[in-house]
């Protein structure tokens, strides 16, 4: 007859020999083969009798030297076990006192620990690993390629948790805005217990923009412009995201309090649609005199006088 722990290499279909890796394994493609989630009602209460059985076996493989005084005793199912749990406690006489004597714990946690696990959906992953990926507007208008590095919890061959520290690339695609999310499935924590590794996502943040605003796909530039430029005409230019220079002119218009000046097609690419991009919409700041002499303040007037008339 072989040792009660044999049974446990039994339930997770591995050799005796198995390390600790194996084991873990063996593990991981039996619960997500018997999650009850999985199946239909039908053969859900099977499942949930093996998924718990499972449970067990690698909790107990696991942490040999925590669970020793287990493999001593046979091992008995975990509906078995819950049963026993519920029991009234039996007495221990000696003499005249009698002292209740609880269930054992070692016996009682694996299974406990596999429901818990089950009923709070714990068993599926961990949660995700969240960051963040600052971007400037101009990588964000033509795309690029961002190295990015991040730690993560990793179970090592021992069974003991680790530290490491992960390389992965990000490929920014020209017209991303802020809050796209990219996800690296099975990059996050891994965690005992847990059918899978979590994820990493990382959320895209825009960085300030000395010039520009973005709004939507549209690029809005604030620009001041004294009082005697917006009245008499002026001449500006400004880079763009792509680095060449553009030119406006105002020397026929009159630059009033609230005016904007669109430029269609300058603005942000859509990051949906091929080919289509967004506008710059400039706006324009009057900055007015803080004080004027008799002759200018009755030059503005005669000027406004003939203009009227």
């Given at each position: 007859m072989g040792k009660p722990a044999d049974v446990y290499f039994e339930v997770l279909n591995i050799p005796k020999n198995s390390s600790p890796q194996e084991i873990r394994n063996a593990y991981r493609a039996l619960v997500k083969k018997w999650h009850p989630d999985k199946h239909p009602p039908s053969s859900r209460a099977e499942a949930e009798a093996k998924f718990i059985a499972i449970s067990q076996a690698y909790e107990a493989l696991n942490d040999q030297q925590e669970n020793r005084a287990m493999y001593g005793?046979?091992?008995?199912?975990?509906?078995?076990?819950?049963q026993e749990s519920q029991k009234p406690q039996r007495a221990v006489h000696s003499g005249r006192e009698a002292k209740a004597v609880p269930p054992p714990a070692a016996a009682e946690r694996p299974a406990r620990s596999a429901f818990s696990s089950f009923s709070g959906g714990i068993r599926s992953k961990p949660p995700p690993l969240e960051r963040k990926l600052e971007c400037t507007l101009e990588e964000l208008c033509h795309g690029c390629k961002k190295e990015v590095k991040f730690k993560r919890n990793v179970i090592a061959a021992n069974g003991s948790i680790i530290r490491k520290e992960e390389t992965q690339t990000i490929k920014v695609m020209p017209g991303w805005k802020k809050g796209t999310k990219v996800t690296f499935k099975g990059m996050g924590d891994e965690q005992r217990g847990s059918v899978a590794a979590g994820d990493v996502v990382f959320t895209i943040a825009e960085k300030e923009h000395p010039r520009f605003k973005r709004?939507?796909?549209?690029?809005?530039?604030?620009?001041?412009?004294?009082?005697?430029?917006?009245?008499?005409?002026?001449?500006?230019?400004?880079?763009?995201?792509?680095?060449?220079?553009?030119?406006?002119?105002?020397?026929?218009?009159?630059?009033?309090?609230?005016?904007?000046?669109?430029?269609?097609?300058h603005g942000m690419p859509s990051a949906n649609?091929?080919?289509?991009?967004?506008d710059i919409r400039i706006r324009f700041l009057i900055a007015f005199p803080a004080k004027l002499s008799d002759e200018q303040r009755a030059s503005i007037a005669e000027l406004l006088k003939e203009e009227c008339d």
């Open positions: 005793g046979a091992f008995a199912s975990p509906r078995k076990q819950i709004v939507g796909n549209d690029l809005v530039l604030k620009v001041e412009v004294h009082l005697v430029n917006a009245l008499t005409g002026w001449s500006f230019s400004f880079p763009l995201l792509t680095g060449e220079k553009m030119s406006c002119s105002f020397q026929d218009q009159i630059i009033y309090p609230g005016y904007e000046k669109v430029i269609k097609g649609r091929k080919g289509e991009r967004g």
